[in-house]
């Protein structure tokens, strides 16, 4: 089992999206996405004011012992880089003093509730986009070379300094025979020295390579998903076919005696194609599969089962549960449900703030409170405690 960390501090709202908004410099969410997602990079000083680390290092370094975390140990030396896989117990890791190490831990959000209240804050970005909170601690000169994401990111300084330089790269090429995806002729055009509350976002396949300036040296990495057309749309056909009713059989009596056995049947590349129509033609199936698909909990997740009695009363999700919804159906942790009317409306409130006061869950009907008992019961949400 993970660690036991600090309680969380009081629950973050994501900004308003026409408010400006110390977080993005000044900008309201509205006019940062149209300004610079996706689009060009922006660097913030001071985003979060007085910020304080989440999480001594030796908690992190704890953290990366764990079974249930995914960790790396990156060290760079003369002779070229190394990479190493967690679990890592401390006796793993080089010494403190030693330069041009880091140790990576991913996915924080998923065992930390401050880290997760920290995600909350970029939440003008849709759900299905926003990913994980991952900490990189570096020595001094610590980094992992330069390279590029295929997906957005905010780096947000938590302790000590790190100089970031970045670039728009043309050429993608890597170096070889490297266990790191690192650029072979890297081209910066920018630099900037990041303190403890800067933070840097960088869009897609924007280069960037960042060093520890000094020891103690740690980066959160608010990373966002970008799905693969391609591995979602297998998803998806998996998902459908697997829900499909339809057991027509293929059927050929007009199929000619033929000189050429191997050659595939006309007919029957037909009967596919109709199959995969008839599969896409199926739209509820469609948005089912992409909800459900988009709030799968992530590989080692588990969700642990109360420790008290169901009662009706203020609710709130667990931080590893995934909530979404659209006009039809309700997702949460890859199953989907069908909703309308003040039900749809109520679980909708519990994704969009992911918490219920005591008087929604009250006046739900009973169909809903059975609903939020069962995901009760699940370990998906979790009674809140007044004071």
């Known amino acids: 089992m993970p660690p036991a960390f600090p309680s969380s501090p009081p629950a973050l709202s994501a900004p308003a999206p026409d408010v400006p908004c110390h977080l993005l410099g000044g900008l309201s969410p509205a006019q940062f996405m149209r300004r610079h997602w ?7 000083r001071n985003a979060i004011p007085g910020f ?8 992190l370094f704890g953290m990366a012992a764990e079974e249930a975390v995914e960790s790396r140990l990156i060290v760079r030396k003369p002779n070229g880089w190394t990479l ?21 831990v991913q996915g924080v959000d998923q065992h930390l509730d401050a880290a997760h209240e920290l995600l909350q804050r970029f939440r003008f970005v849709p759900d299905a986009r926003l990913d994980d909170l991952m900490i990189s601690w570096a020595s001094d000169s610590g980094g992992v070379g330069p390279h590029f994401d295929s997906y957005d990111v905010f780096l947000l300084q938590a302790t000590g300094q790190r100089r970031w330089r970045i670039g728009r790269q043309k ?10 995806k690192i650029l072979s002729h890297f081209e910066p055009e920018e ?18 390579d960042g060093d520890a300036v000094g020891a103690d040296c740690s980066t959160y990495s608010i990373g966002f998903r970008a799905p693969q057309r391609g591995g979602l749309a297998g998803e998806l056909l998996q998902r459908m076919a697997d829900e499909l009713d339809d057991d027509t059989l293929f059927r050929d009596p007009s ?19 109709d199959a995969l129509q008839r599969l896409l033609a199926e739209r509820q199936s469609l948005a089912c599969a992409l909800g459900e698909v988009m709030t799968e909990p992530k590989p080692r997740i588990w969700f642990d089962e109360p420790e008290v009695d169901w009662l009706p009363g203020a609710l709130r999700l667990d931080r590893r549960t995934r ?10 942790n890859g199953e989907s449900f069908r909703a309308g009317g003040a039900d749809a409306r109520l679980m909708q409130e519990l994704a969009d703030r ?31 405690v007044p004071g």
């Open 38 to 44: 996706q689009k060009k990079p922006l660097l913030i």
């Open 52 to 59: 304080a680390p989440l999480l001594s290092r030796q908690q």
């Open 84 to 104: 190493k896989h967690g679990p890592l117990a401390r006796t793993q890791l080089p010494p403190l003093k030693q330069a041009g190490w880091t140790l990576l």
């Open 171 to 180: 050429d993608l090429s890597l170096q070889p025979d490297v266990p790191l």
């Open 191 to 208: 630099e900037h020295l990041l303190n403890p509350g800067d933070m840097l976002y960088l869009p897609p396949r924007w280069a960037h």
């Open 255 to 273: 199929q000619p005696a033929t000189a050429h056995p191997a050659a595939m049947p006309a007919a029957l590349e037909a009967f596919a194609v």
């Open 323 to 332: 909530m979404m919804y659209d006009e039809r159906h309700i997702f949460i």
């Open 354 to 384: 992911r918490r219920l006061d005591e008087r929604q869950v009250l006046r739900a009907s009973a169909g809903a409170q059975a609903l939020l008992q069962d995901w009760f019961d699940a370990g998906w949400l979790h009674r809140m």
